[in-house]
């Protein structure tokens, strides 16, 4: 690229929120990143750089000497620059250390001791504080001298001389309050807030329900130690509902995730063989239970010919009823307790779907199944309605063991949506074909 | 409840957050529930309002008089206060009207006028507004002066006489400034907007990506007529993302959405039966192909016995195929042009499984069919060698399926959602059999 064009695109980079630069880079052989980046401010280049996937980072840190580095780590938001700090080898991690300050040392050594999956571990210390005592005006300068441009200012917390969360003002009220007044008299004392080893899940559905830009966190002596901000919560919302839908498929789900063309090979084959062969392996029940009626289903071929319509329609019905339950639990509508209510619900509206798709099934049976000879003693309608009746019953059955199931297993203190979809399928065939193959041979043989 | 009791209720009520009253007064009998409200004030009634389930609004404004309901009613955030209109009767709405001030009266009818999936059905009019040639320290006293509880002041945007949007501010960057400073030199003029006809799901996907606490929303004179704040962003988001597990599991969407246990039966079955009878019908194609191979059911009962182990892995690898594919879709990561890669993919991560699945296959029919009666011209050993190939064959093309056919239906503009789990189940159930038996009839025949 031409000098000239060089500085059209800068200039036009330089328009653009930091996302998108970042998106744009991500394109570019990584020194011409480095050069493109330089041109920024290091506050923007700390907000592109954090913006980048994790291998660019990785690459550009690499062809950064450290000290250069060191001055864009500094401006990264607190949590993201702990993140990354981790993600580097001890060797890294010590060529980086001799070029911070110490209190940036003491942060990011600080936020790196939480696991991931805590409120610590997604928290950052971009916050304001100012003190109980102070008038507005004295607020608004303590908040003027000590916030650099990456603190959150929404709510200003009010802290004691031990660092304990008295309360907090958003800066709209210290805004709109008269100079004069005293931090005390537009001091919110009643604040949500997470303690540092709360789940994160827990932390964003606080953020969640209570319409927060932010949530103040505590250790166990009660000390403000940090925020998460409701972006970071959106986040962790996103990723754990796309990882349950990856549970109630049936895919594990790993700790770092890489986009669907990224992610190697080897890498999908392990997080899908792991369900596929339970499945299989559990499936040995269902070859078991048919192996049982092979003498009945070498005099009756029609019943092999049904065996996939059953199977589908009651992991269809199951599978449904069990989504369902699994959402209902998971915003807490529904708790164990309700266990007959949900059964009496289902038993309902599956026995409606089961008049439905009975009808259907015994003419789907009449119709198909016409010209297959039958053993004289049966005539054709008399076995498109056992059929009809075998798969009415599946319906209800799949649709009750597809709600019970999830109940039960969180009642347990396992996780609900590892028994939805594929495994649900493979529990309600057995159920399926033993009331299959039992009506039959009640009623044919 | 005793006097005393009230006391100790109202004293202990006004302290919570809006939400956790709203949720303590869902318990109570609605002239209670008015009681306990009635000690409020006015602003706070509004936001205990406004959490309150459809129901109980309902229930609330059917008892109060009007006068004292649009008290209320002025003090709720614009957004919600114009979706409760609309929950109205003509009659309602024809009562309520004469009490409200004609800015109100105007505003909802305003905010009512635009469809519910738009950036208008969702967005707020509770912004504030500056002028580019102002000071700091008079923006801030216009912000003082028309900045009354409700209005969101995180950003404060900038706008010229016409009401175009020129540009926003911070309220942070505003106190941090000198007051002497102009509007124009800490002015940013690259904001990220939505237009009042965009999907809701657009606009919230937009406050995800740039981490925005509201994104304003303008009209098609670039006129600024409203913001879209990051909780209803969030609200949106969990929506869709709830809605698109039910579409996947072949659950009707509804526009309203009540709890499972408050849905009625008929409802639920509504929801359910569209789906499960148009997958029971397609399933006659199976039934049909079946029917063909009735002749070597008859012969080989062996082979009906693994039908099941076929139908369940397929389906199973089918839909994971499928999960990640809608998930890399939605997210914006894969585009229909990628089909070829994503192609290749599965079909290398498929053999893989499909190598360790036949395996098991094997074993599982050579251990279950030990005592199966073969026609002497075939070993055991051959029919689990074919039903193994079968098997394998089976989990290659139902991930390649499973993963190519979500692509497809979004590049003909569906919802790829709509052909996840059930519907992939059916249709590579189709392709199995006729894999299953065309190589059983080849080699076993």
């Known amino acids: 690229i031409q000098d000239k064009a060089w500085d059209k695109l800068e200039a036009l980079l330089s328009k653009m929120p930091a996302i998108e630069v970042a998106e744009a880079l991500q394109a570019l052989e990584p020194r011409k990143a480095l050069r493109v980046l330089s041109v920024f401010k290091m506050e923007a280049q700390a907000s592109v750089f954090v913006d980048l996937p994790a291998k660019k980072q990785e690459e550009l840190f690499n062809l950064l000497d450290k000290r250069r580095f060191s001055k864009i780590f500094q401006e990264m938001p607190s949590d ?17 250390m001799p070029f911070l300050s110490k209190a940036i040392r003491e942060n990011v050594l600080e936020l790196s001791a939480y696991p991931h999956d805590t409120a610590g571990g997604i928290m950052n210390t971009d916050f304001a504080t100012i003190r109980l005592k102070m008038t507005v005006s004295q607020a608004l300068e303590k908040v003027r001298r000590d916030a650099p441009s990456g603190k959150m200012l929404y709510y200003i917390y009010v802290v004691d001389e031990q660092k304990h969360l008295v309360g907090f003002v958003t800066l709209k009220r210290l805004v709109l309050a008269e100079p004069t007044q005293n931090v005390s008299e537009i001091l919110h004392t009643e604040y949500i807030h997470s303690m540092i080893t709360d789940d994160r899940e827990e932390v964003a559905r606080l953020i969640e329900k209570y319409d927060l830009v932010a949530i103040p966190i505590l250790n166990e002596y009660d000390q403000l130690v940090g925020i998460v901000s409701h972006d970071d919560a959106m986040d962790v919302l996103r990723k754990e509902q796309s990882e349950d839908l990856q549970k109630i498929m049936g895919i594990r789900v ?49 019943l092999a010919v049904y ?15 069990s989504t369902v339950v699994i959402q209902a639990l998971s915003v807490g509508e529904v708790k164990f307790s309700h266990w007959f209510k949900v059964m009496l ?21 009449a119709f198909l199944s016409s010209a297959t000879e039958l053993p004289s003693e049966l005539s054709l309608s008399y076995v498109a309605f056992v059929i009809a009746v075998a798969i009415s019953l599946q319906v209800i059955s799949s649709s009750i063991i597809g709600a019970l199931l999830p109940l039960t297993v969180k009642r347990l203190g396992g996780d609900p949506a590892v028994v939805a979809s594929p495994a649900i399928t493979t529990i309600v065939d057995i159920t399926g074909l033993m009331i299959y193959f039992g009506l039959a041979s009640w009623l044919l043989l």
């Open 80 to 96: 993201k620059r702990a993140d990354f700090y981790q993600s580097l080898t001890a060797t890294e991690q010590a060529a980086l």
């Open 254 to 302: 790993a700790d770092e995730e890489a986009g669907y063309l990224e992610t190697p090979v080897m890498r999908h084959f392990s997080k899908r063989i792991v369900w596929l062969v339970a499945l299989a392996a559990f499936g040995i029940i269902s070859g078991l239970v048919l192996h049982q009626y092979e003498g009945l289903l070498n005099k009756l071929v029609v």
């Open 307 to 321: 065996m996939p319509m059953l199977a589908d329609t009651g992991g269809n019905a199951g599978s449904q009823s």
């Open 345 to 365: 619900k289902e038993a309902s509206i599956s026995t409606m779907l089961a008049i439905c798709l009975g009808v259907l099934a015994f003419a789907k049976v």
